[in-house]
């Protein structure tokens, strides 16, 4: 296994020119992707209503931000499988504590800096923070691969590099790419779009890629509306890029109405018990769903049985719906508990240490029982408790 520690720090002022240096590029990529995911869900826990009116212009900010989390979860994946298709799938671990994003922190290699916080929702945390995040690059803007101004350039340096590599280097920049451990299918999102692709030439890098930006920036024409599914696009059948839907935030178009007063990066040892067991339960389940996408990608699809269960199929289908069935629940358990001088607690999002000599998943069981001792609702046929005896054990 390459380990986290063997990727180089990038080199500000030279283009990509070798495979190892693409890699290092798509890991950082990977960072930057996996950080916007616990910052753009702790706003969405923090809203106390679930659509702010009917009437309202907009849908609610909470549909809103919850439609651009599964696109971000989506990008993740997309700019794992372009690794993977580069012999690099064994640099990234996403249950690993070298990966898993901390707040306070910077946007990664971003000039100038933008920093990242674990906050309530509101319309400035929108405006200064995550539509900077999102920003479209100017009209003719370079290709940026070390410190960039905005993702696209970023990705743009990235794309160049997989178009002079495949070039000049074709037969090395393909060799070790393994596409039945890529991610394909199991996605949805009800309020946007994208689809996973697998990654085997410069075409498909290229769709990756176009993905990941369109629907971030939007479109290279500067448009806010952007097709539904970038790599298959559709007359008729497009939504706003994520940098339009938080401005209809930011605008009061996507109301968010109340919030719970929640504090800002968030730690289990800021609560007291039982309130800082059911935070490190949250923990202990969010780093479950993320060894979940660990271990799919583990899983070969060359080795799917006609007429048996798939293993592969199951992960497949289960790490983006624990996130609604598993992390929401319990993160709006969190929003309610007060824990003094009128703030309530929140999700912490941390790394949460399992012990490596029995199942993970029996660690998770464990600390569910134990917690629903004192949050009755975790039980019952529905409750988050059964929703953890569905997931498989990895």
Known sequence: MLLATQVHPLD??????????????????IQVEFSTIP??????????????SQWSAGMSALRTIRSVVIEEMLHLCLARNLLVAVGGGDMVRFYDPAMVPTYPSDMLHRQPRLPLNLARCTKGLMRDTFM??????????????GEYNTLGQFYAAIRLGFERLDRESHDELWAGNQPELQYLSGYWNQDGGGSPLVVCDLGSARQAIDTI?????????????????????????????????????????DQIGATWPVPTDPRPEMFEDPVQELALLFDAAYCYTLCLVDALYGASRADSVAGERSRRYHLERTFI????????????LLVRQPIGQGRHAAPTFGYFPFATDRPKKDQL??????????????????????????????
């Open 12 to 29: 500000v002022e030279k283009p990509i020119t070798t495979v190892a240096e693409l890699r290092d590029h798509l890991y950082h990529a």
């Open 132 to 145: 900077p995040l999102e920003l479209p690059a100017a009209d003719h803007a370079p290709p940026q691969g």
């Open 213 to 253: 930006v369109e629907q971030g920036e939007g479109s290279s024409a500067g448009d806010d509306e952007v097709p539904l599914d970038p790599s298959k696009p559709q007359l008729g059948e497009s939504e706003l890029s994520h940098y339009a839907k938080f401005r209809a935030i930011a605008e009061g178009i």
């Open 365 to 394: 069981v464990e600390r569910c029982a134990a917690t629903v001792a004192r949050y009755p609702s975790l039980g019952g046929d529905d409750g988050v408790a059964r929703q953890i005896d569905l997931l498989p054990s990895v």
């Open 321 to 332: 719906g624990a996130m609604g069935g598993l992390l929401y629940p319990i993160a709006d």
């Open 39 to 52: 910052l753009y869900l702790y706003p969405a826990y923090s809203i106390r209503t679930q659509g702010y």
